[in-house]
């Protein structure tokens, strides 16, 4: 397996769509199934062996970092890198951690929930010299395909990447192995001092420096709207009944569970912050 120690979250945005009109909820700690969102990465990260983990914080900083620092275990060391201009896109975020790597590692968003295995699969397959993206080849499955982030492939060769294609075969999960040279390419396309990472990931893919490692019949869900969540939810009910876990309410930081209306017609269901105002 390749041996990867260090990840990167991205954590920055405002995350506007889930939280609507209250401030006061910060998108990471919306409560899934009573546990914090972020607690399902962390967990997934001290499974696949990740030792240091920079969490790239930008909107109401000070609070991420201090409820962040509540929940972290003592086999994970956190690194903590702000990124001032998180109003922009997220290649910004990245960028944030340039100078704080040193090796390959494993990149992923603080809004997602995914399988444990899909890291797993990633690192067996991960060729260090490029970039790697987990890729979910399950079109019909995907909640929302409008706005997911499409890939076209030739084999395990990613050719063109965009929310906007018209021919794909998979979709990004958010989950990558990531070259140090990332960066570079981050660089290189930035316009006006802004950049996505997918741009990064196309300009990579044009000089046949990225490919895609198949997730099979693995699951994950992005969590950017409230019908998002309430899908995530009921899927990990699933999921976690039938495996027979018993942690997903278990624990100090069980916060107050989303009321999972939205499936059952109510798409605004009353959210809390489960690490409440901490400052």
Not at 48 to 65: D, T
Not at 79 to 94: M, R, T, V
Not at 163 to 184: A, E, N, R, S
Not at 241 to 250: E, L, N, V
Request: glycine share 8%; net charge negative; hydrophobic share 40%.
């Amino acid at each position: 397996m390749t041996a990867i120690c260090e990840a990167v979250i991205l954590m920055a945005g405002e995350g506007s769509r889930l939280r609507g009109f209250d401030k006061t909820l910060l998108k990471p700690f919306v409560p899934v199934l009573g546990r914090p969102l972020i607690c399902y990465t962390i967990d997934a990260l001290i499974h696949a062996g990740i030792k240091r983990a920079n969490f790239i914080v930008g909107y109401e900083s000070g609070r991420i970092i201090a409820a962040v620092k509540q929940l972290i275990p003592s086999e994970l060391e956190p690194c903590f890198i702000e990124n001032l201009e998180w109003q922009k896109q997220n290649g910004i975020s990245l960028l944030a951690a340039a100078n704080d790597l040193t090796s390959p590692f494993l990149l992923t968003m603080s809004d997602h929930l995914f399988d444990q295995s899909i890291v797993g699969l990633l690192f067996r397959n991960a060729v260090l010299d490029q970039l790697n993206l987990a890729l979910d080849r399950k079109l019909d499955s995907i909640f929302d395909i409008d706005d997911a982030m499409k890939v076209q492939t030739q084999g395990d060769r990613i050719l063109k990447i965009g929310k906007d294609l018209t021919v794909y075969d998979g979709i990004d999960t958010g989950l990558f192995v990531c070259p140090l040279d990332i960066f570079d390419y981050l660089e290189r396309v930035k316009r006006n001092g802004d950049c996505s990472l997918a741009e990064g990931v196309r300009l990579m893919a044009s000089e046949d420096k990225a490919r895609a490692v198949d997730i099979g019949d693995a699951w994950w869900q992005d969590i950017d709207t409230i019908p998002m969540l309430a899908c995530a939810e009921t899927q990990l009910r699933s999921r976690l009944a039938r495996r027979d876990i018993a942690t997903a309410t278990a624990g100090p930081h069980r916060g107050d569970r989303a009321e999972n209306q939205a499936c059952a017609g109510n798409n605004h269901p009353k959210m809390k912050d489960p690490v409440g105002q901490t400052e």
